[in-house]
């Protein structure tokens, strides 16, 4: 029997629907809570009750296949959420109900993300696990938006996000920067040099056409913030461009090449620089940081830093705060004995007259 009770500080409507599914629903106000259930009892006995009966039949594949559809077009959708996305239809199945899925089911499928191997062998970060997560949230409330569903089953618990650990800052030292440099072959090289020299991601690198390389900077328009942005070009990367036109004769339009191929991953080429170089616990995307740290400790503004890297907020920029002090604070202490005081004592020739000290 449909009614309306009160629940706490809120009014609850309570009922079961035409597939015999009770539903319980709250709201502020007891007026609200009325004209709702009134309206969601004259539709069901109107044989109209569309909103829970879409919701009851349509499956998982249905779900996804319309959210490709619609996302496929994202810049991260080829390379990270068509991942998620194969992952989640393994793991709930294509014909499963999206009705079907609750809270329980989502939490069941994160800790399991959290505690399996991946094709790997390897073990998932909390970043990897997260970004997972937040593309099945996106998933469900595209549901809820196209009315496939009445409300997403994310609603009915606490954020599955887990807390990153987003300290990391490995840097190259000036010691270990001419050990990969000479580990690398060529094409690799020029790719770990222009990294070096503009704190650039990979993508951004590899990507990177000749037209985009002019005036004295490079410009930046496909980024991952969807902000463009110019990069000086300083004196090493002016000369490594200059060998690099000259073995190639312009004749591609991508930057970096080999064997006349536009370069497209480097992923083992780089680790096998690293294992010869001796260089352990060390990604690409550190060299980022290398050009970040070596920039932040020989004076540059964490303004400027910010705009380079090309930042959204300084938040992220923070990060390399600590190496500006750090260096000011050795700096500083070059100064060490400029004002401290010399002691000059003045001895007399009575026993009855002390020796005088002045400060200079």
């Not at 959210?67 to 239809?89: A, G, L, M, V, W």
């Not at 010691?175 to 020299?197: F, G, M």
């Not at 990069?231 to 690099?244: A, E, G, Q, S």
């Not at 680790?271 to 932040?296: P, Q």
Request: charged share 30%; aromatic share 8%.
């Amino acid at each position: 029997m449909a009614k309306v009770r009160k629940r706490g500080k809120t009014w609850q409507i309570d009922y079961f629907d035409p597939n015999g599914k009770r539903v319980r629903k709250a709201f502020k106000k007891k007026k609200d809570a009325e004209a709702e259930l009134a309206k969601r009892v004259s539709l069901i006995a109107e044989g109209r009750y569309l909103d829970v009966k879409r919701e009851c039949t349509t499956v998982l594949k249905v779900l996804l296949d319309k959210y490709e559809e619609n996302h496929k077009h994202q810049p991260s959708y080829k390379t990270c959420k068509q991942y998620f996305i194969d992952d989640i239809r393994s793991r709930f199945g294509d014909d499963t109900l999206i009705s079907n899925i609750r809270y329980v089911d989502l939490e069941t499928y994160r800790n399991h993300l959290m505690n399996t191997l991946t094709k790997h062998k390897k073990k998932r970060s909390v970043a990897t696990v997260n970004k997972a997560i937040g593309c099945l949230r996106h998933v469900f409330t595209k549901a809820v938006e196209w009315e496939m569903v009445e409300s997403s089953p994310f609603d009915k618990g606490r954020p599955l996000v887990r807390k990153e650990n987003n300290k990391r800052l490995r840097f190259l030292t000036e010691e270990e920067i001419p050990k990969l440099l000479n580990a690398c072959p060529v094409y690799l090289r020029n790719i770990v040099e222009c990294t070096l020299n503009t704190g650039m991601r990979r993508g951004e690198v590899l990507s990177l056409k000749w037209d985009q390389v002019r005036n004295g900077f490079i410009y930046l328009t496909k980024t991952k913030t969807n902000e463009a942005r110019q990069i000086p070009i300083n004196k090493d990367l002016d000369n490594l461009f200059k060998r690099i036109r000259k073995k190639d004769h312009l004749t591609t339009e991508y930057v970096f090449n080999y064997q006349g191929t536009p370069v497209a991953d480097v992923k083992k080429a780089f680790a096998t620089a690293l294992k010869k170089a001796g260089i352990v616990d060390f990604r690409f995307h550190d060299l980022r940081h290398t050009f970040a740290s070596h920039f932040a400790m020989r004076g540059g503004s964490l303004k400027d830093l910010q705009e380079l890297l090309g930042h959204r907020t300084m938040t992220m920029t923070l990060r390399y705060a600590h190496l500006t002090q750090e260096h000011k604070k050795k700096a500083v202490n070059l100064l060490n004995g400029l004002t401290a005081s010399k002691i000059i004592c003045h001895k007399t020739v009575t026993s009855q007259n002390p020796s005088k000290c002045s400060s200079l």
